[in-house]
């Protein structure tokens, strides 16, 4: 090939990749770049917003960033008022963790059983307390740590952590005979359930939680 040749070529390629159009989000210098009724705004082809066009609103949208997933699996089961399965585990803790709320009695004789695992003391109804899964309890970890539940109704009230609801044991005198506690489980006093506007007699209701 001749060098005039080559030079022709070379001129060709330029003259086409310079001429080439962008699609959504492709590169671009002024309008001509850009295909179809797409313009060029900040060095990328996108949608005329006086023209109201919504090409590019229909591209697949970008992979969000990963959140955390739920690996806890159950470590087994327990024959305690029928057939349940134990957890040592919790759903990953986040800024709104999702849970069940349920009602405790924190009280000496009352159906939480005995006195409670931070303190080895029994509690006053009235105080805002509550009682955590095994898993989120983490080995009192997180003993006298206060924490915000909001509830559906959208009140929030903060309370503190005495106790933990065993998801790995039941049945007996120590958890007042009950079952084990599922592993998503806030068990709040009557005092958490009056904050939150909501009756005891519901028995279990949605909630989310967050450390303070």
Not at 53 to 79: F, H, Q, W
Not at 187 to 194: E, N, Y
């Amino acid at each position: 090939m001749s060098n005039l040749a080559f030079l022709s070529l070379i001129f060709t390629i330029f003259i086409s990749t310079s001429n080439a159009i962008s699609q959504c989000n492709g590169p671009c210098k002024t309008w001509d770049d850009c295909d179809g009724q797409l313009i060029c705004i900040n060095g990328k082809c996108n949608d005329d917003p006086n023209v109201g066009t919504k090409i590019c609103k229909s591209s697949p949208p970008s992979v969000p960033s990963p959140t955390p997933t739920n690996t806890c699996r159950p470590s087994g089961t327990i024959n305690c008022n029928g057939i349940h399965p134990i957890y040592r585990c919790s759903p990953p803790v986040t800024s709104s963790t999702p849970a069940q709320l349920t009602f405790n009695d924190f009280s000496e004789g009352g159906d939480g059983g005995g006195p409670s695992s931070c303190d080895g003391k029994y509690h006053n109804n009235d105080e805002r307390i509550v009682a955590l899964s095994t898993g989120w309890f983490a080995g009192r970890s997180r003993c006298g740590k206060m924490i915000r539940i909001r509830a559906n109704n959208g009140k929030t009230v903060t309370a503190k952590v005495v106790d933990e609801c065993d998801s790995t044991m039941g049945c007996d005198a120590e958890h007042a005979f009950q079952s084990p506690c599922k592993n998503n489980i806030v068990d709040g006093s009557i005092a958490v359930w009056r904050a939150l506007g909501l009756d005891t007699d519901i028995g279990i209701v949605p909630v989310t939680w967050s450390m303070v």
